[in-house]
């Protein structure tokens, strides 16, 4: 079994080469079965309780992988200086079970999410879209302007973050980089006037974005929250747009759709398709530079799938 670091893995997952994958891949078939989701509790060091969530993703294709991806989300690692976010993902020849790798698993899901961002965006986001805002400064968020910038002329962005601080240093950073980013320290001035797109990427338990901060013709993502108990905006963001989901399961994942349909201002019914009817061409996204858009995803395992199998045929067949 070949293993592959964050550097190998990292290697062949350029945003340019990686969206179109993601496109593809939900344009064509596979098996992606609902993932598995434990809580675990645990007491730490200084007797507080821990309190963490275990994901297990299996997904396989026609094209002979079979891929296993264990992610451990512990959203008070901050507080540790520790990344909230661990990941391994396992390839494996789906015709005999063999293993062929281990791969970086938190690089997998990273650069996989970033890049169904972007793909979300490259539908429902408008063609002019150049101004950025990211809320939050995790691995994810550190990447959404290089995934963003392969599908829209960005040129400008932003970074919010409970902890002024991290935002302040991401900025910096993101300006060594050459992007032209600063940090926003008011949410709601940042959303109102900074923002074509709004990319929030945290593990929020409460609201962040108000629908009423929301400018017509902006596209609101929300990629960070996962499960009933996250939400990162309001209600009240769905009522009067258009929203997408990436696959059917954020409909029963998602706090904030699950808020918004409880508060009345999202049906079930009012989803205007998913990734894959975006990418086959059986559903229609942005319509005017007018409309405002919103897309939700909860991770789906094909998009791990996609990422590690290039991956693998780019350690086949090196340049």
């Given amino acids: 079994m070949k293993h592959f670091d964050e550097t190998a893995t990292r290697a062949p997952l350029a945003f340019e080469r990686l ?4 496109r593809s891949a939900f344009a064509a078939e596979a098996q992606v079965p609902p993932r598995h989701v434990h809580t675990i509790e645990t007491a730490g060091a200084d007797g507080a309780a821990c309190k963490g969530t ?3 993703m299996p997904a396989w294709s026609d094209a002979g992988f079979l891929g296993i991806k ?3 989300i512990f959203p008070g690692n901050g507080a540790h ?3 909230g976010l661990h990941a391994t993902y396992v390839l494996y020849d789906a015709r005999t079970g063999v293993p062929l790798a281990m791969m970086d698993g938190n690089e997998i899901t ?3 999410t970033a890049a169904a961002s972007a793909l979300g965006a490259s539908f429902l986001a408008r063609k002019d879209a150049r101004r950025l805002l990211v809320l939050g400064t995790g691995r994810i968020a550190r990447m959404l302007p290089a995934a963003h910038a392969s599908v829209r002329p960005i040129d400008e962005v932003w970074v919010w973050n409970h902890r002024p601080e991290g935002a302040e240093a991401l900025a910096a950073q993101w300006r060594a980089e050459g992007w032209n980013a600063r940090a926003a320290i008011d949410l709601e001035a940042a959303v109102r006037g900074h923002a074509d797109i709004v990319s929030c990427a945290t593990l929020a338990a409460a609201p962040l974005v108000r ?3 929301l400018a017509p ?3 609101l993502d929300l990629i960070g929250s996962f499960t009933p108990a996250m939400r990162e905006t309001d209600e009240h963001c769905f009522a009067g747009a258009r929203t997408f989901v990436d696959t059917p399961e954020a409909l029963q994942k998602s706090g904030d ?4 349909m409880a508060a009345g201002t999202l049906r079930a019914q009012d989803i205007q398709g998913t990734l894959a009817e975006l990418c086959r061409g059986e559903r229609t996204g942005r319509s005017s530079d007018e409309e405002r858009t919103v897309f939700k995803a909860v991770g789906s395992a094909l998009e791990d799938l996609t990422a590690a199998t290039l991956v693998w045929h780019a350690a086949a067949s090196p340049a």
Wanted: proline share 8%; glycine share 12%.
């Fill in 217 to 219: 013709g902006s596209h």
């Fill in 54 to 56: 275990v994901l297990i």
């Fill in 70 to 72: 264990t992610i451990n």
């Fill in 81 to 83: 200086g520790l990344p």
């Fill in 257 to 260: 759709l699950l808020d918004a």
């Fill in 19 to 22: 969206v179109p994958a993601l």
């Fill in 211 to 213: 629908g009423d901060w």
């Fill in 110 to 112: 990273a650069r996989r």
